[in-house]
C-alpha cells in the first residue's frame, strides 16, 4: 500500500526558512507527479509547488514560486518543499499529493487529480 510521509512541520520565526519533506511507504517515486498543497485558515486548498519525479521539472504559482519551491532527492526517494521568507501568513496546514504514474500538466494543481495524500503537517509563523 502507497503511503506519502511528510515530515519537517512546525514553527518558525518571520522572515525564516524551512524545508518539509515528503517521501513514500510502499511504493518508490519514479515517473510521479508530486505536489505540495497548503490549506490557510478560512481560505480553499491550493497547490502552491509540484515536481515531476523523473525529470526534477518543477511547478509553481507566480505569486508563490519565488518563495516555494519543490526539489527533490532521487536517492533519497523524497521530494522537498523549500520554503524561504516565511510570514505568518503562511501558516497553514501543508499535504504532500502524487499522482503515480502521471506526468504533471497544466492542471497540476488540481487538488482532484491526486488521489494519495500525506496526512499534513502544521507550519506556524510567528514571533
Known amino acids: 500500500q502507497v503511503q506519502l510521509v511528510e515530515s519537517g512541520g512546525g514553527s518558525v520565526q518571520p522572515g525564516g526558512p524551512l524545508t518539509p519533506s515528503c517521501g513514500t511507504s510502499?511504493?518508490?517515486?519514479?515517473?510521479?507527479?508530486v505536489v505540495w498543497f497548503r490549506q490557510v485558515p478560512g481560505k480553499e486548498r491550493e497547490g502552491i509547488a509540484g515536481?515531476?519525479?523523473?525529470?526534477?521539472?518543477?511547478y509553481g504559482t507566480d505569486s508563490l514560486k519565488g518563495r516555494f519551491t519543490c526539489f527533490q532527492d532521487k536517492s533519497k526517494n523524497t521530494v522537498y518543499l523549500q520554503m524561504n521568507n516565511l510570514t505568518p501568513e503562511d501558516t497553514a496546514t501543508y499535504h504532500c499529493?502524487?499522482?503515480?504514474?502521471?506526468?504533471?500538466?497544466?492542471?497540476?494543481?488540481?487538488?482532484?487529480?491526486?488521489?494519495?495524500w500525506g496526512q499534513g503537517i502544521q507550519v506556524t509563523v510567528s514571533l
Open positions: 510502499g511504493y518508490a517515486f519514479g515517473r510521479d507527479c
Open positions: 515536481s515531476y519525479t523523473e525529470d526534477g521539472k518543477t
Open positions: 499529493a502524487a499522482d503515480l504514474r502521471r506526468r504533471c500538466g497544466p492542471k497540476w494543481y488540481d487538488e482532484s487529480l491526486f488521489d494519495y
